[in-house]
Nanobody
């Protein structure tokens, strides 16, 4: 069982920055692909970014490319999402997710992920 705990959310003005962290309680963190998703009330969960088990491959939804950066520190069992130039439309609950793999690129599909955090609220004011 993998437990994921997000932190770093909050209220920020448009144009500002936040860094989300997701700490994983698992011995073999480096065997998991990690992703960030977001969801607004009444809407489907949306892919934001993902990173391979090694950190060598990353993918982003088009709307955050050039503004968000996903990274991981396998020694600290933590994945990060650096969010810059935030926009009001980035307001959502952000979820960290993980699935076990050491092959292939990380997945953009929420259904592929086996473990999910509880979410952290990000609110961007205009």
């Amino acid at each position: 069982q993998v437990q994921l705990v997000e932190s770093g959310g909050g209220l920020v003005q448009a144009g500002g920055s936040l860094r989300l962290s997701c700490a994983a309680s698992v011995r073999t963190f480096s065997s998991y692909a990690m992703g960030w998703f977001r969801q607004a009330p009444g809407k489907e969960r949306e892919f934001v970014a993902c990173i391979s088990w090694s950190g060598g491959t990353t993918e982003y939804v088009e709307s955050v490319k050039g503004r968000f950066t996903i990274s991981r520190d396998n020694a600290k069992n933590t994945v990060y999402l650096q969010m810059n130039s935030l926009k009001p439309e980035d307001t959502d609950v952000y979820y960290c997710a993980a699935y076990f793999t050491r092959f292939g690129p990380p997945s953009r599909r929420a259904s592929r992920y086996e473990y999910w955090g509880q979410g952290t609220q990000v609110t961007v004011s205009s």
